[in-house]
């Protein structure tokens, strides 16, 4: 700190706020907070004890109003973060998610024996991935009955419940994760309504710079307002509306492939160098 004498510090995340504010080393400049979530709105729909929702109430209402500008990733959460620490939406700025990976320049036209749709759900236990996965098997084993040619891949490590049907395979990690999301015909994101995440979303940003076409739950696609229903993915509210999605593309390609291209032209939108770009602009607004 006292080598580099920053303008603005710039914190990312609840935990890393809290050092902050332990360090007697940290000039007196401005700060902006980047929340990407809310971890008490998040605490609340996961069921922690009212202890615990306290303490992390008390804490990241420190960092919303100690901050200067707080970034946050979606109008949604924008929203949740301004009405339960009565803060003006005008301190919030948001700054979407991204991929570090290059969109591609060919749309993709897979020729599997089986049709393949492709998740990416590692279990490390956080909730949000565990009720994805759960919703995701009871997809699995619905479509199986009406269709047992389709194949479900899961990505991700951990140690995965055994399925409910047999058109399940899991691949833990893998090395060539663009390749293996390359030869599906469609992505899934089943995230259900209580299953507030985050990161997910880093994947939904992944499959639309692959140029995938994606089915996904409203909560999978929070953030991507620019995205339209129909258009650039199809939205699915519940299990049913998956299975429906899903035998209905698997028999309709032309329709499969122009969601594919629809995607990829979103994903040029996705970049971290854009990101970038918006978070050094926030930055520079109040040195």
Known sequence: VRLFS????????????L?????????????????HTSVYYEHQNF???????????????????????????SFETRTILSEIYNQPESKFHIVKNATQLIPIQKIPRPSNERFICTSVLPIDGFPSNDMALAMLLDIAAEVELKDPKILFVVIGGGTKPSPKSSNVLYTGFIDDFEGEIL??????????????CGGVRNKVCDFLALGQAII???????????????V??????????????????????????????????RGHKYQWSERATEVASILESIK
């Not at 920053?6 to 706020?17: A, E, S």
């Not at 996904?216 to 129909?230: K, Q």
């Not at 699915?236 to 999605?245: H, Q, R």
């Open 6 to 17: 920053p303008d603005v510090i710039y914190v990312h995340q609840l935990n890393n706020w």
């Open 19 to 35: 050092w902050v504010r332990l360090s007697r080393a940290l000039p007196k400049v401005p700060m902006v907070y980047d929340a």
């Open 47 to 73: 069921g922690a004890d009212e202890k615990g929702q306290q303490i992390t109430f008390a804490r990241e209402k420190s960092a919303i109003l100690e901050s200067d500008l707080v970034i946050t990733v």
């Open 183 to 196: 030869k599906s015909d469609i992505c899934l994101a089943t995230y259900p309504k209580g299953a507030v």
């Open 216 to 230: 996904s739950t409203p909560e999978g696609m929070r953030g991507f307002d620019d995205c339209r229903p129909s």
């Open 232 to 265: 650039d993915y199809i939205e699915a509210i519940n299990e049913a509306a998956f299975v429906k999605s899903i035998i209905l593309l698997s028999q309709k390609p032309n329709e499969l492939q122009e969601l594919r291209t629809q995607a990829l032209a």
